[in-house]
Protein backbone atom coordinates (compact mmCIF):
# COMPACT_ATOMS: atom_id res chain seq x y z
CA UNK A 1 0.00 0.00 0.00
CA UNK A 2 1.05 3.65 -0.78
CA UNK A 3 0.27 4.30 2.86
CA UNK A 4 -1.11 4.21 5.70
CA UNK A 5 -3.29 6.41 8.13
CA UNK A 6 -3.73 5.39 11.84
CA UNK A 7 -6.51 6.69 13.59
CA UNK A 8 -6.18 6.43 17.65
CA UNK A 9 -9.78 6.23 19.08
CA UNK A 10 -7.82 6.17 22.62
CA UNK A 11 -6.24 9.33 22.15
CA UNK A 12 -9.34 10.94 20.89
CA UNK A 13 -10.78 9.67 24.20
CA UNK A 14 -8.11 11.15 26.25
CA UNK A 15 -8.63 14.27 24.29
CA UNK A 16 -12.44 14.72 25.51
CA UNK A 17 -11.42 14.14 29.01
CA UNK A 18 -9.59 16.44 28.71
CA UNK A 19 -11.96 19.13 27.51
CA UNK A 20 -14.03 17.84 29.79
CA UNK A 21 -11.95 18.67 32.56
CA UNK A 22 -11.19 22.17 31.38
CA UNK A 23 -15.21 23.00 30.83
CA UNK A 24 -15.64 22.49 34.61
CA UNK A 25 -18.96 21.12 34.34
CA UNK A 26 -20.06 22.46 31.10
CA UNK A 27 -21.48 19.72 27.91
CA UNK A 28 -18.78 18.97 25.38
CA UNK A 29 -20.62 18.70 22.22
CA UNK A 30 -18.11 16.85 19.11
CA UNK A 31 -18.13 18.13 16.18
CA UNK A 32 -17.38 15.66 13.42
CA UNK A 33 -17.97 17.37 10.35
CA UNK A 34 -16.06 17.17 7.25
CA UNK A 35 -15.96 13.16 8.00
CA UNK A 36 -14.48 14.17 11.31
CA UNK A 37 -12.34 16.32 9.95
CA UNK A 38 -10.95 13.72 7.70
CA UNK A 39 -10.15 11.38 10.66
CA UNK A 40 -13.39 9.39 10.24
CA UNK A 41 -16.76 10.75 11.34
CA UNK A 42 -18.32 7.54 12.99
CA UNK A 43 -15.28 5.95 14.56
CA UNK A 44 -14.50 9.57 16.21
CA UNK A 45 -18.30 10.18 16.91
CA UNK A 46 -18.64 6.80 18.53
CA UNK A 47 -15.37 7.39 20.79
CA UNK A 48 -16.34 10.70 21.82
CA UNK A 49 -19.97 9.98 22.80
CA UNK A 50 -18.29 7.12 25.12
CA UNK A 51 -16.09 9.42 26.89
CA UNK A 52 -18.51 11.83 27.80
CA UNK A 53 -19.40 14.34 24.80
CA UNK A 54 -23.03 14.56 24.43
CA UNK A 55 -23.78 15.29 21.15
CA UNK A 56 -22.91 15.19 17.63
CA UNK A 57 -22.34 18.28 15.29
CA UNK A 58 -22.31 18.43 11.96
CA UNK A 59 -22.01 20.95 8.70
CA UNK A 60 -25.14 18.96 6.46
CA UNK A 61 -28.07 16.83 6.91
CA UNK A 62 -26.31 14.27 4.61
CA UNK A 63 -23.33 14.09 6.82
CA UNK A 64 -26.17 14.09 9.43
CA UNK A 65 -27.87 11.38 8.23
CA UNK A 66 -25.01 9.21 7.94
CA UNK A 67 -24.46 9.21 11.55
CA UNK A 68 -27.93 8.82 12.55
CA UNK A 69 -27.96 5.64 10.50
CA UNK A 70 -24.82 4.10 12.28
CA UNK A 71 -25.72 5.98 16.11
CA UNK A 72 -29.79 5.58 16.17
CA UNK A 73 -29.47 6.97 19.90
CA UNK A 74 -27.34 10.19 19.24
CA UNK A 75 -28.28 14.15 19.86
CA UNK A 76 -27.31 15.32 16.71
CA UNK A 77 -27.05 19.18 15.34
CA UNK A 78 -26.59 20.25 11.57
CA UNK A 79 -25.35 23.88 11.91
CA UNK A 80 -25.33 24.70 8.68
CA UNK A 81 -28.59 25.53 6.01
CA UNK A 82 -30.43 22.94 5.13
CA UNK A 83 -33.11 22.89 2.32
CA UNK A 84 -36.57 22.45 2.59
CA UNK A 85 -36.16 18.81 1.59
CA UNK A 86 -33.53 18.37 4.20
CA UNK A 87 -35.46 19.95 6.66
CA UNK A 88 -38.27 17.34 6.62
CA UNK A 89 -35.25 14.88 6.47
CA UNK A 90 -34.31 16.55 9.79
CA UNK A 91 -37.69 15.96 10.78
CA UNK A 92 -37.77 12.50 9.57
CA UNK A 93 -34.53 11.43 11.08
CA UNK A 94 -34.78 13.35 14.46
CA UNK A 95 -32.02 15.74 14.00
CA UNK A 96 -31.83 19.44 15.83
CA UNK A 97 -30.82 22.43 13.43
CA UNK A 98 -29.55 25.88 13.48
CA UNK A 99 -31.50 28.05 11.46
CA UNK A 100 -31.19 31.99 11.06
CA UNK A 101 -33.38 33.20 13.05
CA UNK A 102 -35.79 34.83 10.86
CA UNK A 103 -37.09 31.27 9.60
CA UNK A 104 -38.05 29.12 12.02
CA UNK A 105 -39.02 25.57 10.18
CA UNK A 106 -42.08 23.45 12.05
CA UNK A 107 -42.13 20.05 13.72
CA UNK A 108 -38.11 19.60 13.78
CA UNK A 109 -35.47 21.12 17.12
CA UNK A 110 -34.47 23.80 16.49
CA UNK A 111 -31.10 26.39 17.68
CA UNK A 112 -31.53 30.16 16.83
CA UNK A 113 -28.20 31.62 15.45
CA UNK A 114 -27.42 35.00 16.42
CA UNK A 115 -24.51 36.61 14.82
CA UNK A 116 -22.56 38.43 17.53
CA UNK A 117 -19.44 39.48 14.74
CA UNK A 118 -18.50 36.07 12.62
CA UNK A 119 -20.83 38.24 9.76
CA UNK A 120 -21.67 34.68 8.28
CA UNK A 121 -24.61 32.94 9.44
CA UNK A 122 -27.14 33.70 11.74
CA UNK A 123 -29.39 37.01 12.70
CA UNK A 124 -28.39 39.83 13.81
CA UNK A 125 -31.70 40.34 16.51
CA UNK A 126 -33.33 37.20 18.12
CA UNK A 127 -36.70 36.94 17.20
CA UNK A 128 -40.01 35.56 18.65
CA UNK A 129 -39.25 31.95 19.45
CA UNK A 130 -41.63 29.13 19.00
CA UNK A 131 -42.01 26.08 20.56
CA UNK A 132 -39.04 24.09 17.88
CA UNK A 133 -36.64 26.35 19.60
CA UNK A 134 -34.65 23.93 22.03
CA UNK A 135 -31.52 26.53 21.65
CA UNK A 136 -29.91 29.10 20.92
CA UNK A 137 -25.97 29.89 20.05
CA UNK A 138 -23.38 32.12 18.68
CA UNK A 139 -20.12 32.05 16.61
CA UNK A 140 -16.54 33.17 17.48
CA UNK A 141 -14.57 34.74 14.78
CA UNK A 142 -10.90 35.20 17.05
CA UNK A 143 -11.14 32.78 20.03
CA UNK A 144 -7.87 31.87 18.72
CA UNK A 145 -6.39 34.76 17.98
CA UNK A 146 -7.95 38.02 19.63
CA UNK A 147 -9.38 37.43 23.27
CA UNK A 148 -10.94 40.97 23.46
CA UNK A 149 -13.25 40.47 20.54
CA UNK A 150 -14.09 37.22 21.25
CA UNK A 151 -14.94 38.74 24.78
CA UNK A 152 -16.81 41.43 22.92
CA UNK A 153 -18.81 38.63 21.20
CA UNK A 154 -19.61 36.74 24.35
CA UNK A 155 -21.17 39.94 26.22
CA UNK A 156 -23.55 40.62 22.98
CA UNK A 157 -24.65 37.11 23.17
CA UNK A 158 -25.36 37.01 26.92
CA UNK A 159 -27.09 39.88 26.32
CA UNK A 160 -28.94 39.19 22.88
CA UNK A 161 -29.85 35.63 24.30
CA UNK A 162 -30.74 37.00 27.79
CA UNK A 163 -34.74 36.12 26.99
CA UNK A 164 -34.00 32.45 26.23
CA UNK A 165 -31.60 31.93 29.24
CA UNK A 166 -33.49 28.70 29.50
CA UNK A 167 -32.72 27.59 26.69
CA UNK A 168 -29.76 25.40 25.91
CA UNK A 169 -27.27 28.27 25.14
CA UNK A 170 -23.66 27.47 23.58
CA UNK A 171 -20.89 29.89 22.08
CA UNK A 172 -17.70 28.10 22.72
CA UNK A 173 -15.23 26.34 19.87
CA UNK A 174 -12.10 24.74 21.04
CA UNK A 175 -10.14 27.68 21.41
CA UNK A 176 -12.96 28.98 23.78
CA UNK A 177 -13.18 25.97 25.52
CA UNK A 178 -9.59 26.24 26.33
CA UNK A 179 -9.02 29.84 26.37
CA UNK A 180 -12.23 31.99 27.02
CA UNK A 181 -14.04 30.20 30.28
CA UNK A 182 -16.56 32.95 29.94
CA UNK A 183 -17.78 31.90 26.53
CA UNK A 184 -19.13 28.18 27.99
CA UNK A 185 -22.52 28.40 28.74
CA UNK A 186 -24.59 25.60 28.50
CA UNK A 187 -22.04 23.61 26.02
CA UNK A 188 -18.71 23.80 24.04
CA UNK A 189 -18.77 22.46 20.40
CA UNK A 190 -15.39 20.99 19.83
CA UNK A 191 -13.79 20.31 16.46
CA UNK A 192 -10.02 20.41 16.18
CA UNK A 193 -9.22 19.75 19.71
CA UNK A 194 -10.69 16.41 19.62
CA UNK A 195 -8.16 15.51 16.85
CA UNK A 196 -5.24 16.40 18.87
CA UNK A 197 -4.28 19.54 16.88
CA UNK A 198 -4.09 22.81 18.37
CA UNK A 199 -6.65 25.74 17.86
CA UNK A 200 -3.93 28.23 18.09
CA UNK A 201 -1.46 26.36 15.69
CA UNK A 202 0.78 25.86 18.77
CA UNK A 203 1.92 22.58 19.91
CA UNK A 204 -0.91 20.59 21.44
CA UNK A 205 0.15 18.93 24.13
CA UNK A 206 0.50 22.62 25.83
CA UNK A 207 -3.07 22.04 26.17
CA UNK A 208 -2.79 18.05 27.28
CA UNK A 209 -4.07 16.87 23.81
CA UNK A 210 -2.40 13.92 21.58
CA UNK A 211 -2.79 13.76 17.77
CA UNK A 212 -5.24 10.95 17.14
CA UNK A 213 -4.32 11.25 12.63
CA UNK A 214 -0.57 9.98 11.98
CA UNK A 215 0.47 9.07 8.39
CA UNK A 216 3.10 6.82 7.62
CA UNK A 217 4.60 5.74 4.29
CA UNK A 218 8.06 4.19 2.71
CA UNK A 219 10.66 4.77 0.67
CA UNK A 220 9.54 3.54 -3.02
CA UNK A 221 13.21 3.95 -4.35
CA UNK A 222 16.59 5.89 -3.32
CA UNK A 223 18.44 7.70 -6.26
CA UNK A 224 21.76 9.39 -6.56
CA UNK A 225 21.47 12.77 -8.25
CA UNK A 226 24.50 13.97 -9.63
CA UNK A 227 25.55 17.57 -9.41
CA UNK A 228 23.69 19.23 -11.80
CA UNK A 229 20.87 16.96 -11.72
CA UNK A 230 17.38 17.67 -10.54
CA UNK A 231 14.21 15.85 -9.30
CA UNK A 232 10.56 16.54 -10.33
CA UNK A 233 8.49 19.08 -12.46
CA UNK A 234 10.32 22.21 -12.93
CA UNK A 235 13.19 21.04 -12.05
CA UNK A 236 13.19 23.41 -8.68
CA UNK A 237 15.40 21.32 -6.55
CA UNK A 238 18.47 20.76 -8.84
CA UNK A 239 22.12 18.72 -6.75
CA UNK A 240 24.96 21.28 -5.48
CA UNK A 241 26.99 17.75 -5.20
CA UNK A 242 26.08 14.05 -5.37
CA UNK A 243 23.17 14.15 -3.02
CA UNK A 244 21.12 10.71 -2.13
CA UNK A 245 17.31 11.41 -2.58
CA UNK A 246 14.43 9.03 -1.41
CA UNK A 247 10.75 9.17 -4.00
CA UNK A 248 7.48 8.58 -1.37
CA UNK A 249 4.67 7.25 -3.29
CA UNK A 250 2.20 9.91 -1.75
CA UNK A 251 1.94 13.32 -3.44
CA UNK A 252 -0.88 16.20 -3.78
CA UNK A 253 -3.92 13.67 -4.65
CA UNK A 254 -2.97 12.16 -1.21
CA UNK A 255 -3.57 15.51 0.21
CA UNK A 256 0.34 15.92 0.49
CA UNK A 257 -0.38 19.63 -0.92
CA UNK A 258 1.66 20.67 -3.61
CA UNK A 259 2.98 23.95 -1.21
CA UNK A 260 4.35 21.57 1.62
CA UNK A 261 7.83 21.60 -0.29
CA UNK A 262 10.44 22.49 2.65
CA UNK A 263 8.67 20.55 5.02
CA UNK A 264 10.31 17.61 7.05
CA UNK A 265 9.22 14.37 7.62
CA UNK A 266 11.00 11.63 9.33
CA UNK A 267 12.69 8.62 7.56
CA UNK A 268 14.30 6.00 9.24
CA UNK A 269 13.36 8.12 12.30
CA UNK A 270 15.50 11.06 11.24
CA UNK A 271 14.03 14.37 10.26
CA UNK A 272 14.44 14.82 6.68
CA UNK A 273 13.55 17.48 3.94
CA UNK A 274 10.98 17.64 1.21
CA UNK A 275 12.86 18.87 -1.78
CA UNK A 276 11.66 19.53 -5.50
CA UNK A 277 7.93 20.29 -6.16
CA UNK A 278 5.86 17.33 -4.89
CA UNK A 279 3.96 15.83 -7.99
CA UNK A 280 0.48 14.25 -7.77
CA UNK A 281 1.67 10.51 -6.51
CA UNK A 282 5.21 10.87 -5.29
CA UNK A 283 7.03 13.45 -3.03
CA UNK A 284 11.12 13.84 -2.85
CA UNK A 285 13.04 13.99 0.10
CA UNK A 286 16.42 14.45 0.90
CA UNK A 287 18.43 11.44 2.40
CA UNK A 288 22.72 11.45 3.47
CA UNK A 289 22.78 7.91 1.91
CA UNK A 290 21.31 5.58 0.41
CA UNK A 291 18.40 3.56 1.64
CA UNK A 292 16.36 0.48 0.86
CA UNK A 293 12.99 0.98 -0.27
CA UNK A 294 10.42 0.00 2.23
CA UNK A 295 12.64 2.12 4.69
CA UNK A 296 9.65 3.71 6.90
CA UNK A 297 8.81 7.47 6.56
CA UNK A 298 6.62 9.28 8.95
CA UNK A 299 4.79 11.85 7.28
CA UNK A 300 2.51 13.27 10.33
CA UNK A 301 2.49 11.78 13.71
CA UNK A 302 5.67 10.93 16.23
CA UNK A 303 7.86 13.91 16.22
CA UNK A 304 6.04 15.46 12.72
CA UNK A 305 3.30 17.81 14.30
CA UNK A 306 0.53 18.62 11.50
CA UNK A 307 1.16 22.28 13.17
CA UNK A 308 4.56 22.10 11.38
CA UNK A 309 3.25 21.74 8.12
CA UNK A 310 0.50 23.89 8.45
CA UNK A 311 2.90 26.84 8.73
CA UNK A 312 5.03 25.58 6.32
CA UNK A 313 1.83 25.71 3.80
CA UNK A 314 0.92 28.38 5.23
CA UNK A 315 -2.21 27.44 6.53
CA UNK A 316 -4.09 25.77 9.36
CA UNK A 317 -4.58 21.97 10.46
CA UNK A 318 -8.04 22.25 9.71
CA UNK A 319 -7.20 22.30 6.24
CA UNK A 320 -4.65 19.57 6.10
CA UNK A 321 -6.81 17.44 8.17
CA UNK A 322 -9.69 17.51 5.70
CA UNK A 323 -7.74 17.28 2.56
CA UNK A 324 -6.04 14.00 3.45
CA UNK A 325 -7.55 11.73 1.44
CA UNK A 326 -8.73 8.16 3.34
CA UNK A 327 -10.32 6.93 0.47
CA UNK A 328 -9.45 3.07 0.12
CA UNK A 329 -7.93 3.95 -3.55
CA UNK A 330 -4.98 6.06 -1.94
CA UNK A 331 -4.24 4.30 1.78
CA UNK A 332 -4.97 2.27 3.84
CA UNK A 333 -7.01 3.31 7.34
CA UNK A 334 -6.02 1.64 10.35
CA UNK A 335 -7.93 2.48 13.55
CA UNK A 336 -6.40 1.85 16.66
CA UNK A 337 -7.30 2.57 20.59
CA UNK A 338 -4.40 2.80 22.70
C1 LIG B 1 -16.67 23.90 12.99
C2 LIG B 1 -17.44 24.61 14.05
C3 LIG B 1 -17.08 24.48 15.40
C4 LIG B 1 -15.83 23.76 15.86
O1 LIG B 1 -14.69 24.60 15.81
P1 LIG B 1 -13.26 24.10 16.31
O2 LIG B 1 -12.42 25.30 16.19
O3 LIG B 1 -12.86 23.00 15.38
O4 LIG B 1 -13.43 23.61 17.69
C5 LIG B 1 -17.91 25.06 16.34
N1 LIG B 1 -19.02 25.76 15.97
C6 LIG B 1 -19.36 25.91 14.68
C7 LIG B 1 -20.59 26.70 14.34
C8 LIG B 1 -18.59 25.36 13.68
O5 LIG B 1 -18.93 25.54 12.40
Redo the contacts with the bound molecule.
Sequence with gaps: MRSEITIDLGALRRNVRTLLRALEGTEL?A?V??NG?GHGAVDCADAALAAGATTL?V?TVPEALDLRAAIPAARILV??PASNREVAQARDADLAL?VPANEIPEGVAVHL?IDTGMGR?GASELPSPTREVVGV?T??AT??TDLEFARAQVERFREASAPLAHLTR?A??????LRLPEARFDA????????GLS?FGTDAAEDGLEPVLSWTSEIAQSKLLRTGESTGYGRRFVAERDTWIGIVPVGYADGFRRDLTGTEVRVAGERRHVVGTISMDATAVELDRELPSGTPVTIVGRGVPLEEHAAVAGTIT?ELACGINTSPERARRVVVDS
Aim: hydrophobic residues 55%; contains cysteine; positive net charge.
Design positions: WVKAYCAMGVKWMHLADHANSAAAARCGIALYPY
